[in-house]
């Protein structure tokens, strides 16, 4: 991003990956304040990884707000993760937390399981969770960093969705959450975006291999959203100039995709398998 482009954020970094929602000035808006439900997820339940904060936070309390019971994974942000709890079971649904490390495939088979247990069956999984680091060049990327980005953001996905598919029937949705970087790419994220471009095509390929069976696979691909990953990959200055590059010229929120994610796993979306939506500020991608 351009040193010349206007501020849109305080600046801030925090040094531990994942980022903390809690540190974050100003918060997102996650909470789905004013948001008109209309009822159109009750009696579900979904699965939703990396539900602690940000994009994943948002998207389990639009979903409790349209009656969707939701058991969410997030790796061990125990602070955060709570206040999630509390904002989803104030819809008045059911609501589980599991910690864990979505890269392992034992963790993927141990949140159906716990799916399975609460709730009996599973009819929506987001497969949201994510890790990014910058890297200035590709020489710079290690294979420790190139499998583990892989690990959490594709592998992860895939298990989910292999241990899941089971245990899902006629009507199932499935939504996988890519990235304007998979279309547009980015020059400090190079394995990160990689990663978001396998999940379009697992996307593509998947929805034509289950959409006989009934259930649906479609993606969102976020572009600038002001979730706890952004001040713990970039620097101050970075961060400060978030967004400004877009039409819109500033970040998106949280509770302005999250909207995508209850329109793909309602009814309202019945005839689309293998799309891609792109709350992105305006960029206009191939997708």
């Not at 499935?174 to 304007?180: K, L, P, Y």
């Not at 572009?223 to 970075?238: H, K, N, Q, R, V």
Request: overall charge negative; some cysteine.
């Amino acid at each position: 991003m351009s040193a010349t482009s206007p501020q849109t954020l305080p600046p801030q970094h925090q040094e531990r990956q994942p980022g903390r929602q809690g540190a974050m000035r100003p918060p997102p808006r996650g909470e789905q304040r004013g948001y008109l439900a209309a009822g159109k997820l009750k009696g579900k339940c979904a699965l939703v990884t990396g539900g602690d904060s940000g994009i994943g936070r948002s998207v389990c309390v639009a979903f409790a707000k349209e009656g969707a019971d939701v058991l969410f994974a997030y790796l061990e942000e125990r602070e955060d993760a709570r206040e999630t709890e509390a904002l989803v079971r104030k819809e008045g649904v059911r609501c589980v937390s599991v910690a864990g490390d979505i890269g392992e495939s034992a963790h993927a088979r141990e949140l159906v399981r716990q799916a399975l247990d609460e709730f009996g069956r599973i009819d929506v999984l987001v497969n949201n969770a994510a890790e990014q680091h910058v890297a200035r060049k590709l020489e710079d990327i290690d294979q420790e960093q190139l499998e583990r980005t892989f690990r959490s953001n594709f592998f992860g996905l895939f298990h989910l969705t292999r241990e899941a598919l089971p245990h899902m029937g006629e009507g199932g949705s499935i939504i996988n959450t890519a990235s304007v970087t998979a279309y547009r790419g980015n020059p400090v994220l190079i394995d990160y975006s990689a990663t978001k471009g396998a999940i379009v095509a697992f996307t593509r390929s998947l929805s034509q291999s289950v959409v006989e069976r009934g259930i649906r696979v479609n993606a969102v691909a976020p572009g600038p959203i002001w979730t706890p990953l952004i001040p713990a990959s970039f620097d101050e200055e970075s961060v400060a100039r978030f967004g400004a590059d877009t039409p819109m010229k500033r970040p998106g929120q949280p509770d302005e995709v999250a909207p995508c994610y209850v329109f793909l796993a309602s009814d309202d979306s019945s005839y689309m398998a293998g799309q891609v939506l792109h709350p992105n500020g305006g960029q206009i991608v191939a997708g």
